[in-house]
């Protein structure tokens, strides 16, 4: 029965070491799509595309 149970206890310890290393991997693909580093690129692609709408806008105010 011991050797039973350690054999149910290891495939146990395997499906939850595979179902570990599929969060870890979810976790690593979401950081490179949402994470920190790109988070601030589109703040400041934001920042510039904010400033070229003002320039725009001033611009399109003095033509009229």
């Known amino acids: 029965m011991s050797k039973i149970a350690n054999n149910s206890d290891t495939n146990e ?3 939850l070491k ?3 290393d599929r969060l870890e991997k979810t976790v690593d693909d979401f950081m490179k799509k ?4 790109v988070q601030e690129k589109r703040k400041q692609r934001d920042e ?3 400033e070229m709408i003002r320039v725009l806008t001033i611009q399109n105010r003095k033509t009229k």
């Open 48 to 50: 510039i595309w904010d």
């Open 13 to 15: 310890i395997e499906s």
């Open 34 to 37: 949402w994470g920190h580093g």
């Open 18 to 20: 595979k179902r570990i």
